[in-house]
């Protein structure tokens, strides 16, 4: 410890002894514009004072825009933010929602908890469930559709991985589970409203392709049209908040 603490001391060379007096320890002071921490060593009996910044750096901060990013497109003309509507931010990573964003990384993981290649429709329905907070994911329960269904009835239809094959840190969408990603930033554009890019447009979007595993899986646990004009009703929104 005593080391540890006597590291942040100047030690002088043969050249500094000779050209200028050495400063006693106790004369040594914390820059300035700080409040020093007052240590005391158990080799030398007299306190040390040292910055706080130097025994507890501050983690630097990073702004949001630089963690929160778009979620993948086949359309490269998307890139510009001019062209989509925006929560009035004005960047471009604000065209979907947070919950939205998370659910997509949910997706990932499921995707690579069942060992599976590619992140497909059936692991983005499982991403809105795992996140679930917004709305999507409310109505989805209330109408008896949860994570674990979705999960048994994934490996009844697409079977169980190798148990010795990886996922790749990001398994990449499959075509159906892009086009169901496009779709959902189509029919935001289509609305001509801003405002985000919600779960419920991901979930309409997976609905809207119907060779896909994931559709399959929603019809399979009692999902139809009725039930998705329903939640397109709400689907600008992610959550709903009730005051007592």
């Not at 007052?38 to 080799?43: A, E, H, K, P, Q």
């Not at 994934?154 to 086009?179: C, I, N, W």
Request: glycine share 6%.
């Amino acid at each position: 410890m005593a080391a540890r603490i006597l590291s942040f001391l100047p030690i002088p060379t043969a050249s500094s002894r000779s050209s200028a007096p050495v400063k006693s320890i106790s004369s040594l002071s914390p820059p300035p514009n700080h409040h020093a921490v007052r240590l005391r060593s158990f080799l030398i009996a007299i306190p040390i004072s040292v910055a706080p910044s130097l025994l507890f750096p501050r983690p630097s901060l990073r702004s949001a825009a630089s963690v929160v990013s778009i979620l993948p497109t086949a359309k490269p003309e998307r890139a510009s933010a001019e062209k989509l509507p925006s929560n009035g931010g004005g960047n471009e990573w604000d065209r979907w929602s947070l919950r939205a964003i998370k659910a997509f990384g949910m997706a990932e993981l499921e995707a690579r908890k069942l060992k599976y290649p590619k992140t497909g429709t059936e692991a983005l329905l499982m991403g809105i469930l795992v996140e679930g907070t917004s709305e999507t994911a409310k109505f989805l329960r209330a109408n008896g559709i949860t994570v674990f269904k979705l999960r048994e009835e994934t490996v009844k239809l697409l079977g169980k991985s190798d148990m010795y094959f990886f996922s790749p840190e990001h398994p990449p969408l499959t075509e159906p589970a892009q086009r169901a990603l496009d779709w959902a930033v189509d029919e935001k554009l289509k609305s001509g409203e801003d405002g985000e890019i919600t779960t419920a447009h991901l979930l309409l979007g997976i609905w809207s392709e119907k060779e896909s595993a994931g559709h399959k899986i929603l019809a399979s646990l009692g999902f139809d049209d009725e039930k998705a004009s329903e939640l397109a009703k709400s689907a600008d929104k992610d959550i709903v908040m009730k005051y007592r």
